[in-house]
């Protein structure tokens, strides 16, 4: 079966894992896009998410938001909207709706970056669940314009070993790790 460019299938047949942890979590969620005919769907106890990393090469800094369920410092992103299957695309309809950043772009190209299964916990009626998460780097070149996108969800540049220090999440520290790489040396 050849899958449709933009598409989950495709994105994760090009994507070359580091490590054994990212290793597993390709192969389940490898496992649940050939089983799922909507691996989007949030009533499935794993399911597919996009996200980025949001820079400002410029500077060398990161934008990390809130994120009160988690009570943590991560990156934008989120849950696919009905009839999304396009992760890159929903990484950027994410970033730019959670950071208000209009000229949010694919940096340094449209490479996916990591692909990680994130625990979610409970909360209210919504049983914990784990997300699936792919991740890309996006860039801007106004960080200024920046504006978060509800009260309880503020936003933060920050310089990539600032951004470690916040972090309490492993695997944003290797997002990080990697993202860093992609910046010039001094």
Same mark, same amino acid.
């Given at each position: 079966?050849?899958?449709?460019?933009?598409?989950?299938?495709?994105?994760?047949?090009?994507?070359?894992?580091?490590?054994?942890?990212?290793?597993?979590?390709?192969?389940?969620?490898?496992?649940?896009?050939?089983?799922?005919?909507?691996?989007?769907?949030?009533?499935?106890?794993?399911?597919? =998410?996009?996200?980025?990393?949001? !820079?400002? @090469?410029?500077?060398?800094?990161?934008? &990390? *938001? #809130?994120?009160?369920?988690?009570? $943590?410092?991560?990156?934008?992103?989120?849950?696919?909207?009905?009839?999304?299957?396009?992760?890159?695309?929903?990484?950027?309809?994410?970033?730019?709706?959670?950071?208000?950043?209009?000229?949010?772009?694919?940096?340094?190209?449209?490479?996916?970056?990591?692909?990680?299964?994130?625990?979610?916990?409970?909360?209210?009626?919504?049983?914990?669940?784990?997300?699936?998460?792919?991740?890309?780097?996006?860039? =801007?070149?106004?960080?200024?314009? !920046?504006? @978060?996108?509800k009260p309880?969800a503020p &936003? *933060? #540049?920050?310089?990539?070993?600032? $951004?470690?220090?916040?972090?309490?999440?492993?695997?944003?520290?290797?997002?990080?790790?990697?993202?860093?790489?992609?910046?010039?040396?001094?």
């Open positions: 079966m050849v899958a449709a460019p933009g598409t989950v299938v495709d994105l994760l047949s090009r994507y070359q894992p580091q490590g054994a942890a990212e290793i597993a979590d390709l192969a389940r969620i490898r496992a649940l896009v050939e089983a799922e005919p909507d691996p989007w769907r949030r009533s499935i106890p794993l399911h597919v =998410t996009a996200s980025a990393l949001v !820079v400002h @090469p410029d500077s060398g800094r990161v934008l &990390l *938001r #809130w994120h009160e369920r988690l009570q $943590a410092w991560l990156q934008v992103g989120g849950h696919g909207d009905p009839g999304e299957i396009d992760p890159l695309g929903v990484a950027l309809r994410e970033g730019r709706e959670e950071t208000g950043l209009t000229d949010l772009t694919p940096w340094p190209d449209e490479a996916l970056l990591h692909v990680v299964i994130v625990p979610v916990p409970a909360k209210g009626d919504e049983p914990a669940h784990e997300h699936a998460d792919l991740r890309f780097v996006m860039a =801007t070149s106004d960080p200024v314009a !920046v504006r @978060p996108e309880d &936003l *933060r #540049w920050l310089s990539l070993p600032e $951004a470690h220090e916040v972090t309490t999440e492993a695997n944003l520290r290797e997002t990080l790790f990697r993202a860093g790489s992609l910046f010039p040396a001094d």
